[in-house]
Nanobody
Framework: QVQLVESGGGLVQAGDSLRLSCAAS????????MAWFRRAPQKERDFVAL????????RYAESVKGRFTISRDNAKSTMYLQMNSLKPEDTAVYYC?????????????????WGQGTQVTVSS
C-alpha cells in the first residue's frame, strides 16, 4: 500500500511559479513510477507528467512542456512538480499517482494509488 499526500497549491497570478509536492508513505514507494494529473473544472482528469522509479524516464503533456519540471527524491519519499510561467488554463486540482498497471500511463485508470489533490488557481 502507498499513501500519497499533495501540497503546495495556491492562488497565483499568470506568469508566477509554484512547486507542488507529493509525499508518499509505504516502503515500496521507491519501486513505482509516479505521475501528476490534473482536473480542470468540468473536465476530465488529464495527464501532466510522469517519472520512472529511478528518475531516468520522464514524460510531459504537450501543454506543459518547457514550463513544468517533474522530479523525485526517493530518500525523502517525495515527488515534485515545479510549475513556471503559469497560465490561467493551468487552473485545476492537481493529483499525484503511483504504480501504473500498464504502459498506458496517460490514462487515469492505469494508476493504482492517488492522493486527494491540491488546488492550483491562476488568475489573469
Amino acid at each position: 500500500q502507498v499513501q500519497l499526500v499533495e501540497s503546495g497549491g495556491g492562488l497565483v497570478q499568470a506568469g508566477d511559479s509554484l512547486r507542488l509536492s507529493c509525499a508518499a508513505s509505504g516502503r515500496t514507494y521507491v519501486t513505482y513510477p509516479m505521475a501528476w494529473f490534473r482536473r480542470a473544472p468540468q473536465k476530465e482528469r488529464d495527464f501532466v507528467a510522469l517519472i520512472s522509479s529511478n528518475g531516468d524516464t520522464i514524460r510531459y503533456a504537450e501543454s506543459v512542456k518547457g514550463r513544468f519540471t517533474i522530479s523525485r527524491d526517493n530518500a525523502k519519499s517525495t515527488m515534485y512538480l515545479q510549475m513556471n510561467s503559469l497560465k490561467p488554463e493551468d487552473t485545476a486540482v492537481y493529483y499525484c499517482a503511483a504504480k501504473p498497471d500498464a504502459n498506458a500511463y496517460g490514462l487515469p485508470t492505469t494508476w493504482n494509488y492517488w492522493g486527494q489533490g491540491t488546488q492550483v488557481t491562476v488568475s489573469s
